[in-house]
């Protein structure tokens, strides 16, 4: 059992320490060594210290606080640009890879690599979160961090030491995501079933109550992320991979 796994919090608050650069070089070196396409690494990692940069990045992330607190934002592309580089370099058609399934590749090569970073972080002490809000503001994102065609930003991940340690956050049953041979899909009764506890936690009913909803669904479509949200967010993005290159 890696016990960084079973212990993962969400950490919003940070002290103002800094982080050892050996400690950020091993997160690093972590980051590099995740499974990757073809072991193309068509990835890259911004590492952002530099409080006028974390100032402007802030209201791309709706200024969460931790941005501008936590003292390391590493922000990890999509990126075919180097390799498309070398490619040319090599007489080799570069071409190959300006294209949806190319952008797709890329951005699970760097979840993976953030994924390793995070554990990695973690397993020195540090606490980290993610930030959804990357791919819909990916080109501010890529104006503030000079990101040239062919580099996409897919996901931040905020490092630094933890001023404080929330409670684990609840999982669905394993039930719920786990499917032996081949997909089962579900009845009613056993959505219901699925989701009963986390409806029936303290925590689910207060934030029904506190967004004047019937019920946790209605939360998280009409509160957190909704239709229209939703929808301007995907075309924003969709115009992004256009302007880098992946269209």
Request: charged residues 20%.
């Amino acid at each position: 059992m890696v016990k960084e796994i079973f212990e993962h919090r969400s950490i919003r608050k940070y002290k103002p320490d800094s982080i050892p650069s050996e400690i950020m070089q091993s997160v690093l070196e972590a980051a590099s060594r995740a499974a990757t396409t073809g072991n193309m690494q068509v990835y890259s990692i911004v590492v952002t210290t530099d409080p006028s940069i974390k100032e402007q990045l802030a209201p791309c992330h709706f200024n969460q606080p931790m941005v501008k607190q936590a003292p390391v934002v590493l922000t990890f592309c999509a990126d075919f640009n180097r390799f498309m580089q070398w490619c040319s370099l090599r007489n080799a058609d570069a071409g190959a890879y300006n294209n949806f399934l190319s952008f797709v590749t890329a951005a699970i090569d760097a979840l993976l690599a953030a994924q390793n970073a995070c554990l990695e972080a973690e397993s020195h002490g540090l606490g980290t979160c993610y930030l959804g809000t990357t791919t819909y503001t990916a080109g501010k994102i890529i104006d503030i961090l000079k990101l040239p065609k062919g580099v996409v930003p897919v996901t931040t991940l905020v490092l630094g030491y933890p001023s404080e340690i929330p409670p684990l956050t609840d999982r669905l049953p394993l039930r719920a995501v786990v499917h032996y041979e081949t997909y089962h899909d579900f009845t009613d009764e056993e959505i219901e079933a699925l989701y009963r506890e986390k409806e029936n936690r303290s925590d689910s009913r207060q934030f029904v109550a506190e967004n004047n909803k019937q019920n946790l669904a209605q939360v998280f479509t009409d509160i957190r992320y909704t239709r229209k949200d939703n929808t301007a967010f995907s075309a924003a993005l969709l115009e992004v991979l256009k302007n880098q290159g992946y269209m």
